[in-house]
């Protein structure tokens, strides 16, 4: 059986896959643990975590940034309060995202209109989804991978 941790350093593995063969250059960090024993036993000590706190991995191609929130957790609403939490702010060329696997393989893309100073306010706009490797524009967003 697959952990939690596991499937989502698989899922981000397939972000990175997927957006470099589209010519992103990609950092994926990934959480790291370490085993440490105490007198109570062994725990897991975690030594790396998201970047800020929320982003899974940072794609950079041709003056364009995607700071990416990765999840397999089906709360939209959880990441969105991860991502403001984080208090960052972003240029025009730098886009904050959302990627959601649903079952069947479907990854929901989300983004954050009206960037610049601050996120906008409200849920982010779904932006399209990602179906056997293709990626399908809902309609009236402009953007493409």
Not at 76 to 104: H, N, Q, Y
């Amino acid at each position: 059986m697959t952990s939690t941790r596991q499937t989502g350093n698989n899922f981000q593995d397939w972000i990175a896959k997927w957006l470099g063969d589209r010519g992103w250059v990609i950092h994926n960090q990934k959480g790291v643990a370490t085993k440490v024993r105490t007198p109570r036993g062994e725990i897991w000590v975690s030594k790396r975590q998201d970047i800020f706190g929320c982003i899974d991995l940072i794609a950079k191609r041709a003056g364009i940034t995607l700071w990416i929130q990765a999840t397999t957790h089906k709360s939209l609403k959880e990441k969105v309060k991860k991502i403001r939490a984080a208090k960052l702010t972003f240029s025009e060329s730098e886009f904050p995202m959302i990627f959601l696997k649903r079952e069947g393989g479907i990854v929901d893309v989300y983004g954050f209109d009206g960037v610049g100073a601050i996120l906008s306010p409200g849920e982010p706009s779904h932006y399209g989804k990602i179906i056997r490797r293709n990626f399908f524009v809902t309609q009236g967003v402009n953007w493409e991978f």
